[in-house]
């Protein structure tokens, strides 16, 4: 059979014109390619100069960021530059507009982290659009959540195109350019999400892990270099602790006397009081000192202590967590703990450390009973060990800088578990501007939103009588053996319904159905969300206040914390399918009178 038709013609050897236009096409193509990689370069290289500039301001600026701005003209070329130089003074976007002046026209900042204006005054955003920023590229969004987003959408509703590193721009040299970004405020971003200053453990020993000789002599294990780059670690925190055995061995004085930075306050955490009276830490004429002990503790050694202005703070339970939570509500971002090894472990052991600089001499002490610089963590094998997470090793004179993460830093980015399936419910959730509420036990802001917090329902049965439940977890439960011709599966329904708790409802019937797997509905699975929407909908139609609290989240998420269950909860890190959250949303949209898919 002929082929006539000149779609069917296939030519296996392309004419010299269009192997031209090919070559021609393919040039093209790699030619977008190579301004596609080099502008993602570009960006990364001055985001992470932006991040450089940040790190300059590091201690002046807490408790706020630490912000740094880079302006470039349409080439490229650094136009101008600015860092936040401390708390209260004028933005870092103002100082590198100014510097840049008409060359900032359409060009592009770059910015280690989203504008706080947490004043109120708008002064990053005004100076960027007034410059006449075309483009605005961004490393991190801001960590706390109530100023998060904000100003990237100020810059949006102004016209300016904004890019932020991980959301609009990926890639390698974007990724590590946003490490940087986290890294120069890391301090901000731990203390934002484990609700403790950003804690680092700072130590010097010898190379066989010495602290001191056995006699408990130290001075000194490190070199000149390394006490002055200590010196520089005090200036960029806001207080450095001891323990009492530092206070009664060393006497120190820690301040910052050679870094250049600001004066730390001083800490001295003692469990007795068991302190000298004559120490260097009782003179505050260059920094005020704070010591926190057991509450009771030697009362006339705490009057001679506040005859000399020390501060004294008591705990009822005086631990590293305690006590962090506490300088934590007093506003504290950073705290440089020089302490032994005992409070050491204890730090550790609380988790409450973030980061560890080890300076590590090329000396050898030996002795038995030398002091190490952590001491007892209850670790029998070496698979217990606890280890670093991003190292960095530095020659710092004749020592070794050994430093490390003991936790990583935290993903300031919310995670809604189940996306796709929440934007089905809430056509307006973005997974980068919505707000997240989280809501987990009953005690907590949105503990009412729970199923098992103690609002009774009246639920039909098969007959169609109301029976009332003391919750909707007592209704969930009995509902998974309703119906079983079984007198067991009968009598745990009771059980379940008698249950003085929603906790021991739940413990009756997660019990059962492991134990006897057989006595439930052969239809639970298919059911069982349905039995728990219907149970929520009359929760949260016969209780007026849960119903405002409800329809008072409107275009938040809503995420069932439960870090175990991934089936009604979100899970630890967003893994769940968050069935709970997504039914609530479900029930808001109703409740307004939207349905599940209108946009």
Known sequence: MALSSPLMRVSCSPTPAAAATATTAHSNNNNKNNNFLCSHALDAVHIRRAAELADKSAGFTSPHPNFGCVIATQSGKVAGEGFLYAQGTRPAEVLAAEAAGNFSRRGTAYLNMEPGDCHGDH????ALVQAGIERVVIGLRHPLQHLRGNSI??????GLQVHVLGEDL????????????????????????????????????????KIAASSGHASWISSRTSRNRVFELRGRSDAVIVGGNTVRRDNPRLTARHGGGHMPMRIVMSQTLDLPEEANLWDFSDVSTIVVTQRGARKRFQKFLASKGIEVVEFDILNPREVMEY?????????????????????ISSGVIHKVFAFVAPKIIGGKNAPTPVGELGMVEMSQALDLIDVCYEQVGPDMLISGFLQPIPDATPVIPSVDETYEIDPTVTPYESRIIFFYKTWDPYGAFSNFSSHAIKMPDASGDYATWLSVEHYYQAQKFVGVDDPVARDCVGNIKSAKSPEEAARIGRSMQRQQPDLVRSDWESVKIEVMYRALKCKFSIYPHLNSMLLSTAGSVLVEASPHDLFWGGGRDGEGLNYLGRLLMQLRSEFLGESPTSS
């Not at 959408?153 to 102004?158: F, I, P």
Request: glycine share 8%; with cysteine; proline share 3%.
């Open 123 to 126: 002064a990053a955003v005004s």
């Open 153 to 158: 959408r100020a810059l949006r509703s102004e």
């Open 170 to 209: 990926s890639g390698k040299l974007i990724e590590e350019a946003r490490k940087s970004c986290l890294l120069v405020n890391a301090p901000l971003i731990c203390r934002a999400a484990s609700r403790v200053p950003f804690s680092v453990l700072k130590y010097a020993m010898t190379i066989d892990g």
């Open 327 to 347: 300088f934590h509500d007093r506003g504290y971002l950073s705290v440089l703990w020089e302490c032994g090894g005992t409070l050491a472990a204890a730090a």
